[in-house]
């Protein structure tokens, strides 16, 4: 692809081309599971601007707060207790499920989902441990269930995705990538640090997860080995290992990607792909806004794309995906993928060694 190709390319441009339903189909309907922050003010804005999805269903652990929360949503028919949810109550009055909780949440919210016969969205990383995600997947088998990598649906990601599959910037040799953020004073009882919700740690599983998986989605390519480096310092993050944490990452294709997180640092994201003949640059990338820039040769185009709202843009595309009727990409054994890597990551760290995914 020449430089010329590639204008060509960014100018057209298009938001949606996954995109199978025509707009009036639908609505998937949705009860949210968790109703902490990101669940009222990022998802619930969101399906209430998408195209193919409604909320009509709030799971809370307290029925006071998900009936709190109802009352100020019209289209919501009813608040629950976890426990109402896991019984069946309301079983009628939602199509889909999405989980928000503590990772080490998902596997009972999903199993009872399932056990309804409703379809699954649930966040990354998809459980807490490798053994709870393959437990999760196993408990999916039967109905429709995505891992919420909501970069896969940012369009400067799938535009990356697919010069590098057409070969605009030669072989890719290396990625970098970068998330981080600071959680730190966000208050005593903060989840991800506490290992029995989180799991393994902190910043790699929350944070290193997006270069990680996003490589992968960009290379179309899958880790094989790992290397990695952590540290924890400050009091506060005493019972994780990860602080901060930088790994490797070999793939499968031969790329070799440098990664590194950290939940006590300046807010920060990036992913650059270099190849033989070009590069690729995504910056910001992981912070809910992303913008691509294209380096061939001596040559570079910047990408102009309309920002979009990442979590619509995911609850649009999974609700697409069951109304067409096929399958998502990112399905629970897509996540069990990323699973593994991270139990790699954690043991690599821990041991001094490399280990293979």
Known sequence: MGVADLQSYLESFTRREWQASSDDAGPVRFALVGLGWWTRERAMPAIENSTFC????????????????AADHDAVEAGLSSEAFHDGAAVDAYDAVYICTPNARHLEFAESAAAHGKAVLCEKPMEATLERAERLADACDDVPAMIAYRMHTEPAVRRARELVR?????????????????IAGWGPDQWRLDPDLAGYGTSVTDLGIYPLNTTRFVLESDPTAVQAMMDSSHEYFADVPDEVAAFNVTFEDGTLASCTASQHAQLDSFLKIVGTEGSLAVEPAFHM?????????????????????????????FADCLLDGRSPHATPEHGL??????????????RGETRSV
């Open 337 to 350: 993928v990323d699973m593994r890597a991270i139990e790699a990551i954690y043991e690599a760290a821990e």
């Open 54 to 69: 409604e909320t009509t269903v709030l799971v809370s652990r307290s029925a006071a707060k998900a009936e709190r929360v």
């Open 289 to 317: 806004e992303s913008s691509l820039r294209a380096t061939i040769g001596e040559t570079t185009v910047d990408l102009e794309t309309p920002q979009v709202d990442q979590m619509e843009a995911e609850f649009d595309y």
């Open 166 to 182: 057409a070969g605009a910037i030669g072989e890719p040799v290396h990625v970098h990538g970068n998330m981080s953020q600071s």
